[in-house]
Nanobody, 125 residues
Framework: QVQLVESGGGLVQTGDSLRLSCAAS????????AGWFRQAPGKEREFVAA????????YYADSVKGRFTIFRDNAKNTVYLQMNSLKPEDTAVYCC??????????????????WGQGTQVTVSS
């Protein structure tokens, strides 16, 4: 069974950058989709970004498009979320997730069933 562990959260100021990491263990990732989700206090969890592991294709929520980049490192079995131009509204607990198996050619936004524990990102104004 795949296990996911996030790291890289923290407290930053508006306009700063932060990179989140999600390391997978248990097996080498392939035929999966990996994504990042976030949940702010008092709000529902929302989709942020995802990547089709086999094809490398990506998909982003409109709220982060152009500012965030999701990418993977096959050798490290890790998926990253590079966050630039951070805003206070990006403050949330960020969780990585995987959907396995996934052999489709597009990037799913739902159906993720393997979750990490989350990492806090706080953006001060």
């Amino acid at each position: 069974q795949v296990q996911l562990v996030e790291s890289g959260g923290g407290l930053v100021q508006t306009g700063d950058s932060l990179r989140l990491s999600c390391a997978a263990s248990g097996r080498t990732l392939s035929n999966v989709a990996a994504g990042w989700f976030r949940q702010a206090p008092g709000k529902e969890r929302e989709f942020v970004a995802a990547i089709n592991w086999n094809y490398g294709s990506t998909y982003y929520a409109d709220s982060v498009k152009g500012r965030f980049t999701i990418f993977r490192d096959n050798a490290k079995n890790t998926v990253y979320l590079q966050m630039n131009s951070l805003k206070p509204e990006d403050t949330a607990v960020y969780c990585c997730a995987a959907r396995s198996p996934w052999i489709g050619t597009y990037v799913p936004m739902q159906g993720y069933h393997i979750w990490g524990q989350g990492t806090q990102v706080t953006v001060s104004s």
